[in-house]
């Protein structure tokens, strides 16, 4: 395989997608802290939360991504296939199970994430 048949078959749309969803992550999570919203306090939320909002924004560019990679768009540009799914109503196909499975795997890893920096704090703030 070429490295222009990897661009062509979604990689250039998977990396615009993962840039757009981490950055509205971080996004998300400084918004969350600043309004200091009920669910601050709360890893496993703030992590759900927050990456649930980010997959909705970039939800689009992953059905994008989806019909670039299943072959069946060929030589189509990203713009001309968001057009279709948006006229088609298909821009949020799929999202309930993505959503869902954002909410559990990155709340879950948000308390990982959490634990893991509370521990390497105590280990560095001990005296050698």
Sequence with gaps: ESVLEFLRTGAVATLARNGLLFSSFVVYMDLARKADVFFVDSHFLMGGICASMAWFTVWPLDVVKSRIQSG????????????????????????????????????????????VETQLRQIQSKPS
């Design 72 to 115: 069946q768009f060929d030589n189509r540009k990203m713009r001309h296939l968001l057009a279709d799914i948006w006229h088609s109503g298909h821009l949020y196909r799929g999202i309930v199970p993505g959503i869902t499975r954002s909410f559990i795997s990155n709340g879950s890893s948000m308390v990982v994430y959490k634990y």
